[in-house]
Structure formats: C-alpha cells, structure tokens
T-cell receptor
Framework: AQSVTQLDSQVPVFEEAPVELRCNYS??????LFWYVQYPNQGLQLLLK??????LVESINGFEAEFNKSQTSFHLRKPSVHISDTAEYFC???????????FGSGTRLQVQP | DGGITQSPKYLFRKEGQNVTLSCEQN?????MYWYRQDPGQGLRLIYY???????QKGDIAEGYSVSREKKESFPLTVTSAQKNPTAFYLC?????????????FGPGTRLTVL
C-alpha cells in the first residue's frame, strides 16, 4: 500500500518570500512522484514530476522539488512567491500495478501582499 | 487543441436520481480515471480503465458505475445508492505506453444533491 502525507493544510506567506510545501510518502516499491496545482473550481495541472535521474526537478514557473529517498520526501519549494501562486497544491505518488495516483490531502498556499 | 473535457460543469441532483457525468479525451490515451474530491481529503479513486471494454473498481466504487465502450469516452454514473454524492468529480487520462504514470486532468464537474 502507498500513502502520502502533506504536513501542512494551509501555508500563509507574504509575496516575494520563500516557501516550502512538505510531502512525505510511504511505499514498498519504487515510485514516481508528482506535484499538481489546482486553482479554484478547476482541474489539476501538473506542476512537476520525478521519474528517475536527477533528484532535483524544476517547473517552468520557478518551483522546484527534491526527491529524498532516505527521508521518503518530495518537498516543493519556491524562492520567491507571487500573488498568482495562490492555489492548492497536491503531492501524489504512483507505483502500484493499477498505475493510479495516490494523493495527499493538499496544501493551500495563500500569498498575501 | 488536445485535452480532456467534462460536462456539465455544475450538476444538481434530487434525492433518488441517477445522474451521469461525461468525460471525453482526444489525447489518444489508453487509460482513464475518475476521482472524487472532498474538502480536506485530497482525491480518491472511484474507477479506472486501462483499455476499452475493461474497467476496475478503485477505493470508493460503491454507488457508482462506469462504462468504456470507446477509447475517447469514460462516463460516470452516480446512482441513488451513493449516500453522499455531493463533491467535485475529476476525470483524468494517461498515455500507458510512455510508462511515466503522468495523468492529465479535466476541469471537473461539481455535483450537488438538493
């Protein structure tokens, strides 16, 4: 069985400040790891993913995440956030035979001016 | 443009009614999924299908049914047996030969029971 824990349900931060959204997972098999972003009343958009290779992955809008196998973590970071980053962020893993994703409960990032 | 469409965007259901949510994709993806989203609970898997004419139950299939008669379409029926159907429903698809497990999501349908 797999599980994903997002340790913070809400993260308030001021504009231009750095942010880290935490994600820990458990799995008995090798995993792929994902971060998705959801804006209000919309579907999920893929932000970035770790499949193999370099443990640091980056998105086109300045987010990055680092896969840490020993700590079973995949934390999401951004050095300077914008108001437009306000959204809910979901961490997800896959690796079972059904190839479906297991999601964390989400972290709501609230960027304040 | 390639993508996943879901309709309707908002749906209202009376007690005891069955309703069907549409999901269509033109990405030529083999696998399709239905998730339910409730506040503070993330997404939970209802049903999934990896090929046409085949589908499997997910973690919360009770009170739901699906069909997969065409590669492009994976409709979800919420039956009267579903005790608490008010939620946001998300459809996703995946290109299975790529082996990356990356799923792409539709815009969602918000179902409210009156």
């Amino acid at each position: 069985a797999q599980s994903v824990t997002q340790l913070d349900s809400q993260v308030p931060v001021f504009e231009e400040a750095p942010v880290e959204l935490r994600c820990n997972y458990s799995s008995s098999v090798s995993v792929y790891l994902f971060w998705y972003v959801q804006y209000p009343n919309q579907g999920l958009q893929l932000l970035l993913k770790y499949l193999s290779g370099s443990t640091l992955v980056e998105s086109i809008n300045g987010f990055e995440a680092e896969f840490n196998k020993s700590q079973t973590s995949f934390h999401l970071r951004k050095p300077s956030v914008h108001i437009s980053d306000t959204a809910e962020y979901f961490c997800a893993v896959s690796g079972t035979g059904r190839r479906a994703l297991t999601f964390g409960s989400g972290t709501r990032l609230q960027v304040q001016p | 443009d390639g993508g996943i469409t879901q309709s309707p965007k908002y749906l209202f259901r009376k007690e005891g009614q069955n309703v069907t949510l549409s999901c269509e994709q033109n990405l030529n993806h083999d696998a399709m999924y239905w998730y339910r989203q409730d506040p503070g609970q993330g997404l939970r898997l209802i049903y999934y299908s990896q090929i046409v004419n085949d589908f499997q139950k997910g973690d919360i299939a009770e009170g739901y049914s699906v069909s997969r008669e065409k590669k492009e379409s994976f409709p979800l029926t919420v039956t009267s047996a579903q005790k608490n159907p008010t939620a946001f429903y998300l459809c996703a698809s995946r290109h299975t030969p790529s082996g990356t497990d990356t799923q792409y999501f539709g815009p969602g349908t918000r179902l409210t029971v009156l």
